[in-house]
């Protein structure tokens, strides 16, 4: 029997609880629907900004007070920001939930973007830039994200650019705030040991102040691809390559999850057989795909000596196609399983409950039970996985980035333009 009940607020808000009696703490969470694709051209990070700006002191708290009070019921406080959400996120014993609560809606409702911290904050944040360039992971990832969504919202990075962050204000923060951060766009999840009329009753007081209108529809996403290699003094070649995936709406995205998976999510993946056991050509490689409310982009991340790139980049594509048109079901079989453990682990944490319901409402206005799931995981057949797989190589023109040394990366290039045609 489902645990999960759901109300919503007159304001718009919505509150989702799942009562997990063998629990005694309790995780709360606060999302809203809003993210990087919100920002306009001069608000470039403005979202992850805000997120941080929002425990810098509020008008009965300093951030240090904050701090403290959370952490006197022995609780945890803080914070992430995507393409499309922003989530703040708190956890503490069932029986400390109206602190929590009031922390949150304080932080959310009368933050004061001190200037003084915002100068701070706003450095902190170029401190954490610079950390990511540092990171050839991070760099290709967002070469190959900018490649395929090239002069939109979704193509930037989340963090922004030093220069866009150092242009903050107190009254740009507040003008975003007021825009993004309203009632019907909001979710409030929480699980573990709570009481559902409690949490909507402190909910509907706390909140009541935020505003009741829907901000304005992002911008669509327009995938369109490209190559991107950078020359950096690396020991190693850092590539990404993929193709334009699907949203969390299409009814193939179950099939996408399967063929994922049986591709580059595991250790019996093809891709980490063939390309790392079978002929040793990287320590880590893996496929993934994330989906956004109106696109997706699946892609295939490996690193390699800069003297074995060209014969990944092949073989890799190699086992792409031949998984695309020979994928087995036992293949499938084990897929499923990974997909269903993965599910399954997520309904055994407090905090990832809380995080899956917000998801969930956020695209689809509703949450769905476990039983749903796993039947449309259990209905995918290696006919399914096999026509899922073809969609996402053969459907759009493929995104190439690469970061390393020189010696080499022409090659990659030039290999990356035979895949795709100019």
Same mark, same amino acid.
């Given at each position: 029997?489902?645990?999960?009940?759901?109300?919503?607020?007159?304001?718009?808000?919505?509150?989702?609880?799942?009562?997990?009696?063998?629990?005694?703490?309790?995780?709360?969470?606060?999302?809203?629907?809003?993210?990087?694709?919100?920002?306009?051209?001069?608000?470039?990070?403005?979202?992850?900004?805000?997120?941080?700006? &929002?425990?810098? *002191?509020?008008?009965?708290?300093? /951030? #240090?007070?904050?701090?403290?009070?959370?952490? $006197? @019921?022995?609780? %945890?406080?803080?914070?992430?920001?995507?393409?499309?959400?922003?989530?703040?996120?708190?956890?503490?014993?069932?029986?400390?939930?109206?602190?929590?609560?009031?922390?949150?809606?304080?932080?959310?409702?009368?933050?004061?973007?001190?200037?003084?911290?915002?100068?701070?904050?706003?450095?902190?944040?170029?401190?954490?830039?610079?950390?990511?360039?540092?990171?050839?992971?991070?760099?290709?990832?967002?070469?190959?994200?900018?490649?395929?969504?090239?002069?939109?919202?979704?193509?930037?990075?989340?963090?922004?650019?030093?220069?866009?962050?150092?242009?903050?204000?107190?009254?740009?923060?507040? &003008?975003?705030? *007021?825009?993004?951060?309203?009632? /019907? #766009?909001?979710?409030?999840?929480?699980?573990? $040991? @709570?009481?559902? %009329?409690?949490?909507?009753?402190?909910?509907?007081?706390?909140?009541?102040?935020?505003?009741?209108?829907?901000?304005?529809?992002?911008?669509?996403?327009?995938?369109?691809?490209?190559?991107?290699?950078?020359?950096?003094?690396?020991?190693?070649?850092?590539?990404?390559?993929?193709?334009?995936?699907?949203?969390?709406?299409?009814?193939?995205?179950?099939?996408?999850?399967?063929?994922?998976?049986?591709?580059?999510?595991?250790?019996?993946?093809?891709?980490?057989?063939?390309?790392?056991?079978?002929?040793?050509?990287?320590?880590?490689?893996?496929?993934?795909?994330?989906?956004?409310?109106?696109?997706?982009?699946? *892609?295939?991340?490996?690193?390699?000596?800069?003297?074995?790139?060209?014969?990944?980049?092949?073989?890799?594509? %190699?086992?792409?196609?031949?998984?695309?048109?020979?994928?087995?079901?036992?293949?499938?079989?084990?897929?499923?399983?990974?997909?269903?453990?993965?599910?399954?682990?997520?309904?055994?944490?407090?905090?990832?409950?809380?995080?899956?319901?917000?998801?969930?409402?956020?695209?689809?206005?509703?949450?769905?039970?476990?039983?749903?799931?796993?039947?449309?995981?259990?209905?995918?057949?290696?006919?399914?996985?096999?026509?899922?797989?073809?969609?996402?190589?053969?459907?759009?023109?493929?995104?190439?980035?690469?970061?390393?040394?020189?010696?080499?990366?022409?090659?990659?290039?030039?290999?990356?333009?035979?895949?795709?045609?100019?």
């Amino acid at each position: 029997m489902s645990t999960t009940r759901l109300t919503t607020l007159p304001s718009g808000l919505t509150v989702v609880t799942d009562a997990m009696p063998h629990l005694k703490t309790a995780s709360i969470q606060v999302s809203f629907g809003v993210g990087g694709r919100d920002e306009r051209p001069d608000e470039h990070g403005i979202s992850h900004l805000l997120e941080h700006m &929002a425990f810098k *002191g509020t008008t009965r708290r300093t /951030p #240090r007070g904050l701090a403290e009070e959370i952490e $006197a @019921v022995g609780g %945890d406080l803080n914070a992430a920001t995507a393409s499309e959400s922003t989530s703040y996120f708190a956890k503490v014993l069932g029986e400390d939930l109206p602190v929590a609560i009031d922390i949150l809606a304080d932080i959310l409702t009368d933050p004061q973007f001190h200037p003084e911290e915002l100068v701070k904050e706003k450095n902190v944040i170029v401190q954490e830039i610079g950390a990511a360039e540092d990171d050839p992971d991070d760099v290709v990832l967002d070469h190959f994200i900018a490649e395929a969504y090239p002069a939109q919202p979704l193509g930037r990075t989340i963090l922004g650019t030093p220069a866009a962050v150092r242009s903050a204000t107190p009254d740009k923060l507040r &003008a975003y705030m *007021g825009r993004s951060y309203s009632a /019907p #766009r909001a979710v409030v999840s929480a699980a573990g $040991a @709570v009481d559902h %009329d409690r949490i909507v009753e402190a909910i509907g007081r706390a909140f009541e102040v935020l505003p009741k209108d829907a901000p304005p529809a992002n911008e669509p996403a327009r995938y369109r691809g490209g190559i991107s290699t950078v020359a950096r003094p690396l020991e190693q070649t850092n590539l990404v390559f993929g193709f334009e995936g699907l949203s969390y709406r299409e009814p193939d995205i179950y099939a996408v999850g399967v063929f994922n998976n049986l591709l580059g999510g595991g250790l019996s993946s093809r891709l980490f057989q063939e390309v790392r056991e079978e002929r040793g050509l990287c320590y880590e490689i893996h496929s993934f795909h994330w989906s956004y409310s109106d696109t997706g982009i699946f *892609g295939i991340s490996a690193g390699t000596d800069p003297g074995d790139a060209v014969d990944l980049v092949n073989l890799t594509m %190699d086992v792409l196609n031949a998984t695309v048109d020979g994928a087995t079901d036992a293949e499938v079989g084990r897929a499923k399983a990974q997909m269903k453990v993965g599910l399954l682990g997520a309904l055994e944490s407090s905090a990832s409950r809380t995080d899956q319901m917000a998801r969930q409402i956020l695209v689809f206005g509703r949450t769905f039970a476990l039983e749903e799931i796993v039947a449309k995981i259990d209905a995918v057949t290696v006919e399914d996985a096999r026509a899922a797989g073809a969609r996402l190589v053969r459907s759009s023109p493929m995104t190439f980035a690469a970061i390393g040394p020189k010696r080499g990366l022409d090659k990659v290039r030039k290999l990356a333009e035979q895949f795709r045609p100019t």
